[in-house]
T-cell receptor, first 112, second 112 residues
Framework: KQEVTQIPAALSVPEGENLVLNCSFTDSAIYNLQWFRQDPGKGLTSLLLIQSSQREQTSGRLNASLDKSSGRSTLYIAASQPGDSATYLC???????????FGGGTRLMVKP | DAGITQSPRHKVTETGTPVTLRCHQTENHRYMYWYRQDPGHGLRLIHYSYGVKDTDKGEVSDGYSVSRSKTEDFLLTLESATSSQTSVYFC???????????FGPGTRLLVL
């Protein structure tokens, strides 16, 4: 059974810092990996999707990397802003494409 | 946003009563999903649909049933609600099983 772990569970940083969120998964037989953002009381917003054949994806200040063989992904946020405060979730899609397994999330607070 | 609405947004019900949650999408996505989100467990897949009248079970399907009679609507039914089904329920859609999933705003269900 796939298990996805995110460390740290919570993170507080001052505005302007660059930061890295970590995601690890136990079964490397994945089709892709997605990073989502969730604001309190809201649904999830997709940030980046990395196919299993890719090493990284970038969108603005966000960069996500994937090392499938070691079962790890990182989300790099450059020059963090208070508006980045949210919970960040990673999720992996199995090879059959019918199951998304989520990590527990990292709750990020960026202080002005 | 993929034009996903969920109804109701909040519901309080009593143990043993039936409850139906509705997900409606305007993007003509083929796949639709129901998740529940609980502290300590993260997001877990309940059921999903890969086409009209085509559904399958997810990780935590016991006590839940689904129906999809039209592309745009996916219903989740708790036949006899229990307190353990108190949760936040999210609907999601995607154009393909391995594509980005788009989430609705969620339904908060309290079973007393």
């Amino acid at each position: 059974k796939q298990e996805v772990t995110q460390i740290p569970a919570a993170l507080s940083v001052p505005e302007g810092e660059n930061l890295v969120l970590n995601c690890s998964f136990t079964d490397s037989a994945i089709y892709n990996l997605q990073w989502f953002r969730q604001d309190p009381g809201k649904g999830l917003t997709s940030l980046l999707l990395i196919q299993s054949s890719q090493r990284e994806q970038t969108s603005g200040r966000l960069n996500a990397s994937l090392d499938k063989s070691s079962g790890r992904s990182t989300l790099y946020i450059a020059a963090s802003q208070p508006g980045d405060s949210a919970t960040y979730l990673c999720a992996v899609t199995n090879n059959a494409g019918n199951m998304l397994t989520f990590g527990g999330g990292t709750r990020l607070m960026v202080k002005p | 946003d993929a034009g996903i609405t969920q109804s109701p947004r909040h519901k309080v019900t009593e143990t043993g009563t039936p409850v139906t949650l509705r997900c409606h999408q305007t993007e003509n996505h083929r796949y639709m999903y129901w998740y529940r989100q609980d502290p300590g467990h993260g997001l877990r897949l309940i059921h999903y649909s890969y086409g009209v009248k085509d559904t399958d079970k997810g990780e935590v399907s016991d006590g839940y049933s689904v129906s999809r009679s039209k592309t745009e609507d996916f219903l989740l039914t708790l036949e006899s609600a229990t307190s353990s089904q108190t949760s936040v329920y999210f609907c999601a859609t995607s154009s393909g099983g391995q594509e980005t999933q788009y989430f609705g705003p969620g339904t908060r269900l309290l079973v007393l």
